[in-house]
């Protein structure tokens, strides 16, 4: 493996306060033992992620509720409150209490991961792919005048709520450094032949050291290891998300990268990304398996129905767990009354309930699936987290 520096970068006096500038990527790796075998360890169960995920019989329909898990998960890192219960019940047409802005923010976060996997297919991990998730993510929500799809013209800096730049925990590269370093960082990406778990969890902590938008950078950076594995070929879809695990760990995370800048602790923040890898893989792992035992048993109970009607519903549901009988009937081309008649069979059967009492425009849930999905990550406690691989 090349390495070129163990040094995290250099400081920049400007005007009084000091910039951090990241050195070029890699740096110069110590593996240790327990590195080595983290590293092995989370290779081994998101290998067989990916062998899961061939084999699923529906992955498209069943990659929907779990991009929207990542989604609602990676907003709430940056305060965004929206539940994955409300995201999905108002696309399938329910009023919901959340605001119509932090909905389109989750929202854009969904939108924004498909678009990066669309253009992967003529379009390598680069810096004008990265300006076009942060245009699709910061379109109308907070934020939207933080030069969506620009990168930043002004100084940043990371610190509390409405403190001055004297405040800062951190400065990122001044403005004029933000092209060169990605320039830099997507070399980096796309020439690296370390391996990919190792590529993809430097490159995070770069992009993140960058900042090279106002706002918006935590989320762009979390898209960006997604789409990695998957334009790696490392993933068959997008099913590994790392915001439950970054998110449940939240100091942790931002300490680790953190003190790479600070002491260049390369390792510590390898050690807790593998151990994210491998953690967030067997709960993907986790989740998948319960769902198809589901949707088994519920085929199972469809099979003798003399309509194909409810078992053509549960395939919605795969997809999203709300519906309405309207858009049962719209997605399906279906009459109304076929529609409502098919869920009526679904709910005596278990497999849906009511979710208010309006006589009209009734919204229906797939309860046990709903629970599965929003059920939070099974994360040891830290230490055994980062030793138990």
Known sequence: MNAKASIPGKRMNLGGYAAFLPAPLPPKLHWTPKLIRMLSDADLVLGRLAGEGGHLPNPHLLMRPFIRREAVLSSKIEGTQATL?????????????????????????????????????????????????????????????????????????????????????????????????????????????????????????????????????????????????????????????????FEATRRDYYDRLRAISERAEWEAWLEYFFAGVARMSEDALSRVARINALFA???????????????????????????TTTGAARQLDVAFTTAQRAIERLQHQGIVMQTTDARRNRVYCAKKLMAILEEPAQLKPKAAALNAL
Not at 208 to 219: S, T
Not at 297 to 323: G, H, K, M, V, Y
Request: glycine share 6%.
């Open 85 to 245: 219960g409300e995201l999905l019940a108002a696309e399938a047409g329910a009023v919901v209490e959340r605001s119509p802005e932090e909905l389109r923010e989750v929202g854009n976060y969904v939108a924004a991961l498909a678009h990066g996997i669309a253009r992967l297919k003529n379009l390598p991990l680069c810096v004008r792919l990265i300006r076009e998730l942060h245009e699709k993510l910061m379109k109308g929500v907070r934020g939207h005048n933080a030069m969506p799809g620009e990168f930043r013209a002004t100084q940043n800096w990371i610190g509390p709520p409405g403190g001055t730049i004297a405040a800062a925990s951190y400065i990122p590269p001044p403005p004029n450094e933000v092209q060169p370093c990605l320039a830099a960082w997507e070399k980096f990406v796309n020439a690296s032949d370390l391996p990919p778990l190792v590529t993809i969890a430097l490159a995070h902590y770069q992009f993140e050291a960058i900042h090279p938008f106002l706002e918006g950078n935590g989320r762009v950076g979390r898209l960006l290891i997604t789409l990695f594995l998957v334009e790696r070929q490392i993933l068959p879809a997008p099913l590994l998300y790392l915001s439950a695990f």
């Open 297 to 323: 048993q519920w085929r199972q109970a469809c099979a003798n129905e003399s309509s194909q009607t409810p078992a053509r519903i549960l395939d919605l549901l795969l997809a999203n767990p709300f519906i």
